[in-house]
């Protein structure tokens, strides 16, 4: 991953909504398949689908990327539930609190501005034990080390269905 432009700026909408159509269509290239990449699939999909469907509108589309890429889900590598759920609460708590009114281009480009240079946020929350475990990457685990402190208390309980 190049670290120097994970984190580049779209310069308009046009451009993220071609990067959501590469990826829906799996001729995003692989290298270009990275955590900004992730981060802004996540933001644009709640931004402009029903939240539930959002949530699994990115679960599939990441495994349909995958399995159009030849990237299988190994203890290592490939689609992981437990993080995939994790990004997308975080993405959701940004939207909730981020200044209605902002353009999409502007929210989105401050999210992963901001989380691109947190990929491992989650081990603030997760042991690596617990996080690399086979189970995690399979189904939705809670934490370990502290709560989801940026999740509402009603949104918990929507993580692991």
Not at 23 to 31: D, R, V
Not at 34 to 57: F, G, K
Not at 112 to 120: G, M
Request: glycine fraction near 4%; charge should be negative.
């Amino acid at each position: 991953m190049n670290e120097t432009t994970d984190n580049r700026a779209f310069q308009n909408e046009a451009e993220i909504r071609e990067l959501v159509a590469a990826f829906e269509h799996t001729t995003l290239p692989l290298p270009e398949w990275d955590h900004r990449a992730h981060l802004t699939v996540a933001l644009w999909y709640l931004m402009h689908i029903e939240e539930c469907q959002a949530s699994s509108a990115v679960i599939e589309g990441i495994q349909r990327f995958n399995r159009a890429k030849g990237i299988r889900r190994t203890r290592n590598s490939g689609y992981h539930e437990t993080l995939t759920l994790f990004w997308l609460a975080l993405a959701r708590s940004y939207l909730s609190n981020s200044q209605a009114g902002r353009s999409n281009l502007d929210r989105i480009n401050e999210f992963v501005e901001i989380y691109s240079q947190r990929k491992d946020l989650f081990l603030d929350y997760y042991s690596r034990e617990r996080i690399f475990s086979w189970n995690a990457r399979y189904y939705w685990v809670e934490p370990d080390l502290r709560p989801l402190d940026f999740v509402e208390e009603s949104a918990l309980a929507d993580l692991g269905s």
